[in-house]
């Protein structure tokens, strides 16, 4: 296939570089802002799973697409029975320059050298706060803290660095403990992020309310331990990057709400039975197991999926951001659960 056929870009001229996997739509947590307990759930049966050779043929046509870096998520991933063996699958893939996992860490102390030694290369852990009752209201009740920390210590010795703490403030609730948290993970081999608490999917009762601005965030963190911009990596990671003026490790705020990004955004999403989705916002997946288990060749998948990114113009958090501007409140309708799609 031609080169212009093989780095597709969307209407608004971005390529597909990063592609975001989830492997489970379970969780041994019930986040208040994904899969709250008052809510129920229906997960998918274990025959409409993608199993390993499925997704790793399925990644396999993505970077020929130019996906070069893949993330691994859920659910909780490491639900997902011997996920080293994916990893493993993936890492073979000489395409991939950076495989990495989001968890919530709770069973991380005890998969972290397994996942490593299959070549993992990083691991973001989502925790929201330190104190074992707040950290109970957001999980529903479930986990802990310490355990947490466990998974946490566990990556940075297994070398799964560095490894990036994934924090949803929501004012009210966890808000007081931006700076805790900052102190806590200001140490060699931790990058905290601070996440805006953003409206995905349709159960979380999202108010805009309860948004702390990522300004708010960095004013409450300078006032004790100043920080200084120094900007992304690449202009499609979603977080801006702060260094502390100490010199001593950095931070990264993630603004969707306050400051969206969707100009820049290069992500896809593949949801465990195999849909596409090509914004976390969306309402609409595009079914890639019927075709690969009907026996597609795999130009016949990455034709599928170049014309799937070909006509994409997902740009959500944008008109989010218009909507609040007038006055307005979005009201989500059949959009996509974050616990299928990942984060």
């Known amino acids: 296939m031609d080169a212009a056929r ?4 969307d209407r608004l001229g971005r390529p597909l570089t990063d592609l975001r996997l989830s492997v489970t739509d ?7 802002f994904c899969m709250p307990a008052e809510h129920e759930h229906h997960f998918l049966p274990r025959a409409e799973v993608l199993d390993y050779e499925e997704i790793a043929r399925l990644v396999g046509v993505f970077t020929r697409l130019g996906v070069r870096k893949v993330r691994i998520t859920g659910g909780e991933p490491l639900l997902r029975r011997d996920l080293e063996r994916l990893v493993a699958l993936l890492a073979a893939q000489p ?19 397994a996942l ?9 852990v989502s925790l929201h706060s330190l104190d074992q009752q707040t950290f109970g209201s957001l999980t529903g009740g479930k986990g802990s803290v310490a355990r947490v920390l466990e998974g946490i210590d566990a990556a940075l010795a297994a070398g799964l660095t560095p490894v990036k703490v994934n924090a949803v403030v929501v004012r009210g609730v966890n808000d007081h403990e931006v700076v805790p948290l900052a102190r806590r993970f200001k140490r060699p081999g931790v990058v905290l992020r601070f996440i805006e608490y953003m409206d995905v999917g349709t159960v979380n009762d999202w108010d805009p309310a309860a948004v702390v601005p990522a300004r708010e965030i960095l004013d409450r963190l300078s006032a004790e331990l100043p920080v200084e911009a120094v900007g992304r990596r690449r202009a499609e990671e979603p977080a801006s990057r702060y260094r502390y003026r100490d010199g001593e490790g950095e931070i990264g705020v993630i ?10 955004c290069s992500r896809a999403r593949l949801t465990a039975e195999g849909r596409l989705y090509t914004c976390l916002f969306a309402a609409l997946g595009h079914d890639l197991k019927a075709p690969l288990r009907a026996g597609a060749s795999d130009d016949e998948l990455e034709a599928r999926i170049a014309a799937i990114w070909g006509r994409r113009q997902d740009r959500y958090s944008e008109e ?6 007038a006055g307005e409140s979005p009201r989500p309708t059949g ?5 299928r799609i990942g984060g």
């Open 320 to 325: 989010r951001a218009r909507l609040l501007a």
């Open 255 to 264: 603004a969707s709400v306050s400051d969206p990004f969707c100009g820049d």
């Open 335 to 339: 959009r996509v659960e974050m616990y």
């Open 26 to 32: 379970r969780c041994n947590f019930r986040c208040s």
């Open 116 to 124: 490593a030694a299959a070549g993992l290369r990083r691991v973001t």
């Open 95 to 113: 395409e991939i320059d950076d495989l990495a996992l989001t968890t919530n860490g709770h069973l991380l102390a005890q998969k972290a050298p």
């Open 6 to 9: 093989c780095m597709p870009r």
